[in-house]
């Protein structure tokens, strides 16, 4: 039976059961803490201000371009009211519309290239033992290079009168063909010397995946009796998904914005064969002086990348969101 002197007392024994179920509350932040929140938020507001100065303010000054009238004088330009025209010109015209197309093909042809060659060499890389050092080294000299110094060697390489393409070409019996001067040999001779230097990047990548996956994984298929291809494709690429799909971000984001490769190896010819959306936009901008539509270029250029790169994450998020509820 219970007495009056046992009968808990509900309030309190609420509050500590809710406690107990929730967890325990998190401590406040003593003083000290929070000083110190403050001197990191002093010493990283410089930064701040100037990553603002150099990065967020350019872009918001461009959308504000692309949406105005912009006026070019003899002291500069003046922006007068707002319009679409901008965008109306730029989507009309169909220089925009091939290096729109140009653009999507080169980025999709590189980025392909550059996973499965890269993944395919970290492949050969994780097994080798020896002068591995050695062989990474060399591997990061093209990647090392400017894109600016990479872009003026291939232009020798390609040259048609001393270049050592021509000379190739010419013992394998194919004459000699002026490679940046045709629009299909120009396109092929861009994304080679692209794949050439920026398969390096996603070979490190990619490495750096195969050596923190598990070992005991591999040790299961091995005595399930697995073979070595069909243990790649079971085991090796469903783990190497995330590092993957990084890589691949990373590659969008740069083969989307090409300008530097095109612009020393081709300047965006021949016959704008190959002009990418930021050619484009520097012609526009910079040569033709028109700087609406070429603040509309570089904005819908903008959008178009972060578009792309957040339809890749959520076809990846389903992805290995199937392959866990497989599993």
């Known amino acids: 039976m219970v007495t009056a002197g046992t009968v808990p007392r509900r309030g309190r024994a609420s509050r500590t059961s809710s406690h107990d179920a929730r967890g325990a509350l998190p401590p406040r932040r003593n003083a000290y803490?929070?000083?110190?929140?403050?001197?990191g938020w002093g010493f990283s507001a410089p930064a701040l201000v100037v990553i603002a100065a150099v990065t967020i303010f350019p872009i918001v000054f461009s959308v504000v371009m692309s949406f105005s009238n912009v006026n070019?004088?003899?002291?500069?330009?003046?922006?007068?009211?707002?319009?679409?025209?901008?965008?109306?010109?730029?989507?009309?015209?169909s220089v925009w519309q091939y290096a729109l197309a140009f653009t999507v093909g080169y980025t999709v042809v590189t980025v392909t290239l550059e996973i499965v060659i890269g993944t395919l060499i970290a492949l050969v890389l994780e097994r080798l033992?020896?002068?591995?050092?050695?062989?990474?080294?060399?591997?990061?000299?093209?990647?090392?290079?400017?894109?600016?110094?990479?872009?003026?060697?291939?232009?020798?390489?390609?040259?048609?009168?001393?270049?050592?393409?021509?000379?190739?070409f010419g013992a394998l019996g194919m004459g000699?063909?002026?490679?940046?001067?045709?629009?299909?040999?120009?396109?092929?001779?861009?994304?080679v010397a692209d794949v050439w230097k920026t398969t390096p990047f996603v070979t490190i990548?990619?490495?750096?995946?195969?050596?923190?996956?598990?070992?005991?994984?591999?040790?299961?298929?091995?005595?399930?009796?697995?073979?070595?291809?069909?243990?790649f494709w079971t085991v090796t690429l469903p783990l190497l998904r995330p590092t993957i799909a990084?890589?691949?971000?990373?590659?969008?984001?740069?083969?989307?914005?090409?300008?530097?490769l095109p612009f020393v190896?081709?300047?965006?010819?021949?016959?704008?064969?190959?002009?990418?959306?930021?050619?484009?936009?520097?012609?526009?901008?910079?040569?033709?002086?028109k700087f609406g539509p070429g603040a509309a270029v570089a904005t819908t250029t903008a959008v178009l990348v972060v578009l792309g790169c957040l339809l890749f994450l959520r076809v990846f998020k389903s992805q290995v969101t199937e392959t866990g509820d497989e599993s």
Not at 72 to 93: E, P, R
């Open 33 to 39: 803490q929070q000083s110190m929140a403050r001197l």
């Open 72 to 93: 070019v004088l003899g002291s500069g330009f003046s922006i007068d009211g707002f319009t679409l025209s901008n965008y109306t010109t730029v989507f009309q015209a």
């Open 129 to 168: 033992e020896a002068f591995r050092g050695w062989m990474m080294a060399i591997l990061l000299i093209p990647w090392s290079l400017i894109t600016v110094i990479s872009a003026t060697l291939w232009g020798y390489i390609y040259d048609p009168t001393y270049g050592i393409a021509d000379r190739i």
């Open 176 to 191: 000699s063909p002026v490679i940046l001067g045709t629009p299909t040999s120009a396109i092929i001779a861009m994304i």
């Open 205 to 231: 990548i990619v490495l750096a995946g195969l050596v923190m996956l598990p070992r005991d994984v591999y040790e299961a298929a091995e005595v399930d009796g697995a073979s070595g291809w069909k243990t």
């Open 246 to 260: 990084l890589a691949v971000l990373f590659r969008i984001l740069q083969a989307f914005g090409v300008f530097d």
């Open 265 to 289: 190896l081709t300047q965006g010819g021949p016959r704008n064969a190959t002009t990418s959306l930021a050619i484009l936009g520097y012609r526009v901008m910079f040569t033709d002086l």
